[in-house]
């Protein structure tokens, strides 16, 4: 199996910065793409960004130029940097894997438990 492990959300103030990062454990013997999500309360789950193996980035519209996503394959991790935030990004943040397990011929999806991120004054 698969665990992936969130950290670096909190409280912030509007314009302020956080760096989400998600590590990966378990028997992994590829990931492709590397996803972060985010659901604001009474809202659905959007994707946020999305990074390929073959090194694209996608970003949702409200986020580009402010935050950016960034993997290491070998360590099995994604971060994302989070800048100029705003209140209306205020959500628990998702991070979530395309992975394909040792020993197995198909990829499969993983969560992260999910990270607060609060943008207040």
């Known amino acids: 199996q698969v665990q992936l492990v969130e950290s670096g959300g909190g409280l912030v103030q509007p314009g302020g910065s956080l760096r989400l990062s998600c590590a990966a454990s378990?028997?992994?013997?590829?990931?492709?793409?590397m996803d972060w999500y985010r659901q604001a309360p009474g809202k659905q789950r959007e994707l946020v960004a999305s990074?390929?193996?073959?090194?694209?980035?996608h970003y949702l519209n409200a986020v580009k130029g402010r935050f950016t996503i960034s993997r290491d394959n070998a360590r099995n991790t994604v971060s994302l940097q989070l800048n100029s935030l705003k209140p209306e990004d205020t959500a628990v943040y998702y991070c979530?894997?395309?992975?394909?397990?040792?020993?197995?011929?198909?990829?499969?999806?993983?969560w992260g438990q999910g990270t607060q991120v609060t943008v207040s004054s």
């Open positions: 979530n894997m395309n992975v394909l397990l040792s020993g197995t011929y198909y990829y499969d999806y993983y």
């Open positions: 990074s390929t193996n073959d090194g694209k980035t």
């Open positions: 378990g028997s992994i013997f590829a990931i492709n793409d």
